[in-house]
């Protein structure tokens, strides 16, 4: 370590530090002289780029003290358990992700609830279904198997569509389908929830809902007579400034976290990856999801409020992402969707 000055510091915890920041450029993609001068910009093609490639010490559970050459026992303990990949927690800004996995930290991607992706005919039941073929189930490409029903029979299947959207396939509601993803118990009080949905409605009458739970209480819908998406959570209802866009799809986020103060702060919305202010006006958006939630509905409100139009992707996560891992997410979703 000598050629980059880092055994020549005074402190244990200067050093593991430095030592830190190498690695992690390394991580990055950046080029590291052997004097420790780090040069270039994050770089995914390289052979030892890595997608947790950003360090936190709080997540060391015995980090050097500042100005010492101690470390206290459990300074900084991990009380639910071990992280994975720590002290690799975070993930650097990307702006055209090519996967889900190097958008986001391993430990964030090991923990998604659900994954639907229209673009894998793999992921339909049957396999592989012929253009405008209806399906019996979009499997849930998460390791959780929250996988996606039809609500009913054969008329109220949704249908597989073949180069809808970047020369990639979808899901179509009719405005008469429905799917419902049953049991889904970690909804239940949960006090984190993040779902994105690339989509296109093409009709907004019937005050249709893009998700909801079956309390009600939580998910996308849409006021006809306003015009305006509402965003639902807790029993906080949010009125959007977004009006529906029949001809386009559009990248739908949404984010609660019960542990934050004020409703704006609790249950937030974004459009194409811009963040939009809600009007809450008297409801409030709770700490936990309702303990009643054990379904998810999508396209449908337990069978009533049918959608219309296309999804191309929905991911589910229940817990808190960072906002570099919601921005990582919608560029991977506008990177693959071209959007």
């Known amino acids: 370590m000598s050629a ?119 992921s339909f039941t049957p396999n592989n279904p012929a253009d405008g073929a209806t399906f019996t189930q979009w499997s849930d490409k998460s390791a959780f198997a929250h996988n996606a029903n039809p609500i009913g029979g054969a008329t109220t299947r949704a249908s597989y569509q073949t180069n809808e959207l970047n020369t990639l396939s979808v899901v179509r509601f009719d405005g008469n389908d429905g799917l419902s993803i049953n049991p889904y118990s970690s909804l239940a009080n949960a006090p984190a929830l993040a779902i994105f949905i690339v989509m296109k409605m093409t009709s907004a009458t019937g005050n249709p809902a893009v998700f909801v739970t079956n309390s009600g209480a939580t998910g996308i819908t849409y006021d006809s007579a306003a015009g305006k998406f509402l965003i639902k959570a807790a029993s906080g209802i949010g009125t959007s400034t977004v009006a529906n866009d029949s001809t386009a799809f559009h990248i739908h986020s949404f984010a609660y976290d019960g542990t934050q103060t004020g409703n704006a702060n609790r249950l937030k919305y974004r459009y194409d990856k811009t963040d939009v202010t809600l009007n809450f006006a008297a409801t409030t958006v709770g700490s936990t999801l309702s303990a009643s939630n054990t379904t998810l509905y999508i396209g449908n409100n337990n069978g009533t409020n049918f959608f219309t139009g296309d999804v191309a992707e929905f991911l589910v996560f229940t817990h808190v992402l960072t906002s570099t891992e919601i921005s990582n997410v919608e560029n991977y979703l506008s990177t693959k969707w071209g959007l």
Not at 28 to 42: E, F, H, L, N, W
């Open 4 to 122: 980059n000055g880092i055994s020549n510091l005074t402190y244990k915890a200067d050093r593991q530090v430095a030592k830190l920041d190498l690695a992690q450029a390394k991580r990055q993609g950046k080029v590291v002289a052997r004097d420790g001068t780090i040069t270039g910009s994050v770089d995914t093609s390289k052979p030892y780029y890595r997608s947790n490639n950003v360090y936190d010490l709080t997540s060391l559970p015995n980090p050097y003290d500042a100005g010492t050459n101690t470390s206290n026992a459990d300074d900084t303990p991990n009380t639910g358990g071990l992280l994975i990949a720590r002290p690799w927690v975070g993930v650097v800004s990307l702006a055209a992700p090519t996967t889900l996995a190097e958008a986001l930290p391993s430990e964030t991607f090991v923990q998604l609830e659900s994954w639907y992706d229209g673009s894998d005919s793999s």
